[in-house]
């Protein structure tokens, strides 16, 4: 009779990573679904192509520095989801195939993979993308187009490697109102018009595929946090922070400076914070590790989103969270039980 | 008035929630046959082994000094049974190791009572006789930990003991021996209370019980008197529970300093069944010739806790039960901690609190494949040390096992399992750090 032999623990939790990783992909898929209802084929599209290539090119790298295929623990497939969302519904989808390679070559594979990444890796592909191609970054079309599941707007089929055309005709004839063609980020930074928090919770405003409804994004994080997917201290941190932050300038000078609930509201700050800056490989996991990390990206962002060049700010708020994680981590190692100062009994 | 916010269970902070199996917990404790041969290992205990003091083909009686004490720090051995000396050498042993050990072939036909006891007036005898007393019954810690008891009992002049903390958490999974002791045995724990309240000068004593035990609490409850110097307190459910610097914090608040005993808080730790047994043993004056332990798991088919003599071979204790054919996996103690072993001849001692068997499919980390950190921070957030394990492990797969110690207090680690438990990525935190640990040592000591 052979006997195995094992070492202690013999009992552990039924939790894995593909479990963790599944769980977030299926929590993006309501805001998957929301962005396809309001924008049609071109975000479907969108969203394929790009986890098609990012599943694509780690499989490529697991071929080539032949390990067995990390495909199976779902993480290139939220990095493709989210990815996606960031981006504007009209990018062509040839920049999102080359948005998506990046992502996962640099931010990811070159790194070794799962886990040992410094940075997001759907942020590093967005940074590429925001620097290469800053005109079709910055191109937004309107929600809930008449024809939105019929055709697809003009840019997305942009031949590959050529300029994406011009939207604007498209848009006159998809006979909605008010489309402005900026983001409420936009409007406010250059002509001080902030959006109603009504419009930026339900999703009624030019965004990024993935950032139009804050409560949708909301409630996916709600549901993670609950299952234990999630740090619920990161997008807490993150919040409470930039709301804090955009109170006391809204104190200072509330004709210039908005509300923190457009501050909130607005933007990617929402997606970011449930989503990018909850990254487990590229956040701290020291528990005042997390707290510092996410009111960093929180203050970050409303700094960008004032002071900088850029109308957006959370990506470059989480990279540098992300760049200084590892510094977190080194000065906010938990104190060992036993060197506490002693409770009086 | 309390607030219903602050009127919460003791505990302590971190740890996780098992799935704790504990379904032997309502089985009354039942007595095992003998093993037609025992194998009684001279060193059952931390310390120096028992000196042999019988030689091949000497009758002994159940109950008989087998072995005598070697020094203070040692413990002496009992037969466990009526019989005859058959070998004394080498045998098998949880670790691995051979070790030197008594084989007795028990006669069947003896009625199997104790044969040898010296029954005495506890009452009278002094702290030193007392402790002189304690070591002649062989009691070791039952809980797995194997100090002999007097020892541990034996307080330095320079050191007072406010607080004698008994260990009825059984935070382990599958394991319910203890509590069917506090229940089965509730004299005998408070007799043994007693004594060790003598002999260290506490002039309190605190049973702390996991709240999934509440006949122990009851039964505890209902058996001391309304003025009682000792009480019983029901802590939360929550591994690791029973270590003791978790269960001090729980009870008292207090946090032993880092590399310190309990001591240094003013506090003793001893376990339910330790004391429970010296409540039985001490009076009457008889050595320990067996334990109750509980056989459990997916592979027993009759589970339950057993009255088993000392030296009791594997093999015969899990035909017993009925599991010897279908189990692949033989853990010695809780899943948590508990250690498996590669021979059937392993025999009883006196630390085996349990022995639990797992048939093949029932192994979960079989198939279970091991990813990199994703430094989801869960080892982290359940150390009940308050260690960077998440780190530890980094540093481990690096070989930086100085670094380890110096600058991530890898020696304040005891191996608990909970950091292994909850690794989404399977990481075998626990053996990676016994690794380094062991490898500090040797660095150490040339």
Known sequence: MSMELRTSPHQISERNVPTIMKHVVLSLLPVCGFSVWQYGLSALALLLTITATCLLTERWFNRASAQPSSIGDWSATITGVLLAL??????????????????????????????????????????????????????????????????????????????????VEWVKQQSVDAFTGATPLARWKFENITASAQDLLSGAVTASTGETSALLILLCGVYLAARKFMDWRIPLAVLGSAALTAWLFQLYNPAHFPAPTFVLLSGGLMLGAVYMATDMATSPVTPVGVWIYGALIGVLTVMI????????????????????????????????????QKRKP | ???????????????????????????????????????????????????????????????????????????????????????????????????????????????????????????????????????????????????????????????????????????????????????????????????????????????????????????????????????????????PQGAEETLIYALLGREV??????AAVGVLVNNVMTLAYLGRLLPAGEGLVERVLTVAGPAVEKPGNYIVPIGTPLRFLLEQVGAASSAKEIILGGPMMGMTISSLDVPVTKGTSGVLAFGKSQLPQEEARVYACIKCGECVNVCPKFLNPS?????????????????????????CGCCSYVCPSHIPLVQQFRIAKAINREKAKS
């Open chain 2, 257 to 262: 300093p880092a590399g310190q005993r309990p």
């Open chain 2, 1 to 239: 008035m309390r607030l219903p916010f602050f009127n919460r269970t003791a505990t302590f902070e971190h740890g996780i929630h098992p799935a704790y199996h504990k379904e032997t917990g309502s089985l009354p404790i039942r007595r095992l046959p003998f093993a037609p041969r025992l194998i009684v290992p001279l060193s059952q205990h931390i310390g120096k082994p028992a000196v042999c003091c019988v030689s091949v083909g000497q009758e002994v009686l159940r109950g008989q000094v087998i072995a005598t004490a070697d020094g203070f720090v040692s413990l002496p051995v009992h037969a466990p049974a009526t019989g005859v000396v058959e070998a004394i050498g080498f045998m098998p042993s949880a670790s691995g190791k051979m070790v030197d050990s008594i084989t007795i072939r028990v006669y069947q036909a003896d009625p199997q009572s104790v044969m040898v006891s010296a029954p005495r007036d506890v009452e009278s005898l002094d702290k030193k006789a007392l402790l002189a007393a304690i070591q002649d019954t062989g009691i070791s810690g039952l809980g797995g930990a194997t100090f002999p008891a007097h020892v541990k009992l034996s307080v330095p002049p320079d050191v007072t003991i406010d607080t004698l903390v008994v260990n009825g958490a059984e935070c382990e999974p599958f394991l319910t021996c203890d509590h069917r002791i506090m229940v089965e045995r509730t004299q005998d724990l408070i007799r043994g209370i007693g004594y060790a309240m003598k002999v260290s000068g506490a002039p309190r004593a605190i049973i702390g019980v996991e709240d999934n035990k509440p006949d122990a609490i009851a039964a505890i409850q209902a058996a001391l008197p309304a003025d009682s110097t000792i009480q019983v307190k029901a802590i939360e459910t929550k591994y």
């Open chain 1, 305 to 340: 989103r004032y002071f900088g060049g850029l109308t957006e700010g959370v990506m470059y708020a989480i990279l540098i969270g992300n760049a200084l994680t590892p510094f977190i981590d080194q000065y906010t190692q938990p104190r060992v039980f036993g060197t506490r």
């Open chain 1, 86 to 167: 960031t981006l504007p519904p009209s990018f062509p989808l040839w920049m999102g195939v080359v948005a998506g390679f990046v992502a996962i070559a640099l931010g990811k594979a070159l790194f070794g993979g799962l886990g040992n990444n410094v940075f997001n890796p759907a942020l590093i592909g967005r940074a590429f993308v925001q620097a290469a191609f800053p005109v079709a970054i910055t191109t937004w079309v309107p929600a809930f187009a008449a024809n939105r599941f019929s055709e697809f707007v003009p840019t997305t089929l942009t031949a590959p490697l050529m300029m994406p055309p011009d939207v």
């Open chain 2, 391 to 415: 780190q530890l492990g980094l540093l481990a797969a690096k070989r930086e096992y100085a670094e380890m110690a110096e600058r991530y207090n890898l020696d304040r680690c005891f191996e």
